[in-house]
């Protein structure tokens, strides 16, 4: 079973004694081009390095000529955290978040042609400087538990959880998959995205994209576009120092001018601010004309799926006249490929080879001229998969606030309750369905009896901050408080399960699976349940029952179905990408 991450970050002031502000001016001392070597390393090591010590990174940081500083910076480290209850392999020294944070900073920064700092002076201040950056993200956490008092709540459960979501809600995104699962994933998604397209007549929009690549089709577009993403991920050496040569490439006009149009070292305008903006916008640093050193795999075929998006947002925004709909294609995207066209064309898939009796919402409204219908519905005998699509996206400002209370109001405009609209979300509008079916009234099937009929309630999203850890429980305990508010339901909710939200590239990466195995995702949602219930378990022999179990126990609740999935499943990727990838073998 996936654990949770729960070591302590090393800061500055608990290992010196005193505090070191950051200091944006201390990374002039260094020119962009070293930073991007030092952050790519960092990076690699960040990702690849399981159980990183603190020992361990400062045998590597520092040379012969630093090992004493470096042994009395670990006898500080183990003096500082001890009377707090933690060793060292209690504690991390590199993190994600401080390694993206320092990225960010050093593109906005002005820079410097060169770099002042050298020899074994250089380790030194670079160690210094990183722990000040670990001390902006120990702050971070220190504000949650100036926020929230556990006094306020009944169970420490609920305590536990909503301090668990507001520390990793800040980086989950870009640790919730692989490189190669994201290439896979944002590859089906982008070829989804030009299905889409075409299939919705708006081939002039399309065309107008292809035009600057010399490419005649999006399909000719999308195999000139995998050899880059592939290249992302391929890791050759431990060095975590790869370049990507467009003069190597398979044809190195066409590949640069995708590289000039794909922006990659140019700051987006989002229609949400993301966070680590600069760093999302630049995960390819340019080293010299032609060479490129991939700064971290994630941000990068992250980056080269959203480029896509962007690229087709500025198009359509600038030809407005060619579709009403372009002028605001943002919502065209989220809503009519997200939440219909992609999870439609997922969850057909899935279901393709079963006997269930399926429905898509706009299925629904078409032959029975229904308002209010479940985004997806399928019923097996008596058990009912109720499915409520959403492309809502969480922004920056509220994954970096460590504010639950900032969070919490950011999740439940979009999630539960708009105050503003005064609209319904997708929690309570499962509920509302759950109501329909109960009093028999769903005229799309007739054939449910709402006396013995069982529901599975699911929330399919695009926004990878729900699969942070906790967030299932907490949104869980919002739906099942909905239920409760219920006669009806309160009556008879031994019938509707707990809520799953599952995440649209998950769904992707076991589509193949899911369609090849006809029960297996309602046998993996049956596990899920069973996996994080809250059980009272009794230590096995040798093992202390101390306040580290009983969070261990607590934390098994918190586990997002995505993760539960990779510890049961394995990946198959689906036959769409295989086939693309033996017309590049060709």
């Known amino acids: 079973m996936t654990k949770f991450n729960s070591k302590l970050v090393v800061k500055y002031s608990t290992v010196f004694g005193f505090t070191k502000k950051f200091d944006e001016t201390e990374l002039q001392v260094i020119d962009k081009s070293t930073w991007a070597k030092i952050l790519a390393r960092l990076n690699h090591l960040a990702r690849n390095r399981k159980n990183y010590t603190p020992d361990q990174v400062l045998k590597e940081w520092f040379s012969s000529e630093n090992t004493e500083y470096s042994k009395a910076v670990y006898e500080k480290i183990k003096v500082g955290y001890g009377p707090l209850g933690f060793g060292p392999n209690d504690l991390t020294l590199i993190s994600i978040w401080s390694n993206l944070s320092l990225y960010d900073k050093v593109l906005k920064s002005k820079g410097n042609e060169s770099t002042s700092l050298k020899g074994n002076t250089s380790e030194k201040n670079l160690f210094e400087i990183y722990l000040a950056l670990n001390e902006e993200f120990a702050e971070g956490s220190n504000k949650i538990a100036d926020e929230l008092n556990i006094k306020d709540y009944t169970y420490p459960i609920d305590y536990l959880a909503r301090t668990t979501i507001t520390t990793l809600i800040t980086y989950n995104d870009l640790v919730h998959l692989s490189p190669v699962e994201l290439l896979i994933s944002h590859f089906i998604k982008a070829y989804y995205c030009f299905m889409f397209l075409e299939e919705g007549k708006h081939n002039d929009l399309v065309a107008l994209f292809l035009k600057p690549y010399g490419v005649t089709s999006w399909q000719e577009y999308l195999k000139h576009l995998l ?334 179905f995505s993760d539960f999935l990779r510890d049961e499943l394995k990946i198959k990727a689906p036959d769409i990408f295989i086939e693309f990838g033996k017309d590049l073998l060709k």
């Open 227 to 560: 050899p880059i993403m592939n290249a992302a991920v391929i890791q050759k050496d431990d060095s975590g120092l790869y370049y990507f040569n467009i003069e190597n490439s398979a044809d190195p006009a066409k590949t640069k001018i995708l590289f000039e149009h794909l922006a990659l070292n140019q700051e987006e305008s989002y229609p949400i601010k993301p966070d680590f903006l600069h760093a999302r916008a630049s995960p390819l640093f340019k080293t010299e004309e032609n060479r490129y050193l991939i700064m971290d795999p994630v941000l990068t075929v992250n980056r080269l799926y959203n480029s896509i998006f962007f690229e087709l947002l500025r198009i359509a925004e600038a030809n407005s006249y060619l579709n009403p709909k372009y002028a605001s294609f943002f919502s065209l995207y989220t809503f009519d490929f997200i939440e219909k066209f992609l999870s439609y064309s997922l969850l057909n898939k899935i279901y393709n080879k079963t006997q269930c009796y399926k429905l898509s919402g706009q299925e629904i409204k078409k032959k029975f001229s229904v308002e209010s219908e479940p985004d997806y519905y399928v019923r097996k005998g008596n058990k009912v998969f109720l499915f409520e699509v959403k492309g809502s996206i969480v922004t920056g400002i509220a994954k970096q606030s460590f504010s639950y209370l900032k969070i919490e109001k950011e999740l439940k405009s979009k999630y539960l309750f708009d105050e503003k609209d005064k609209q319904n979300k997708a929690i309570r509008q499962l509920v509302e369905r759950i109501i329909t079916l109960f009093e028999g009234k769903a005229k799309y099937d007739e054939a449910a009896n709402a006396r013995t009929i069982r529901i599975f309630p699911i929330l399919l999203v695009s926004e990878i901050a729900l699969t942070t850890p906790a967030t299932n429980f907490l949104l869980n305990q919002w739906f099942k408080a909905g239920v409760d508010k219920n006669d009806l339901l309160r009556n008879n909710k031994h019938r509707i399960c707990d809520l799953v939200i599952i995440d649209l590239d998950t769904l992707i990466l076991y589509s193949q699976v899911f369609e090849e195995n006809n029960n297996l995702l309602e046998t993996m949602i049956l596990k899920y349940y069973a996996a994080v219930a809250q059980k009272k378990i009794r230590p096995a022999k040798g093992i202390e029952f101390n306040e580290q179990f009983i969070t261990m126990q607590m934390q098994k609740s918190f586990i997002p």
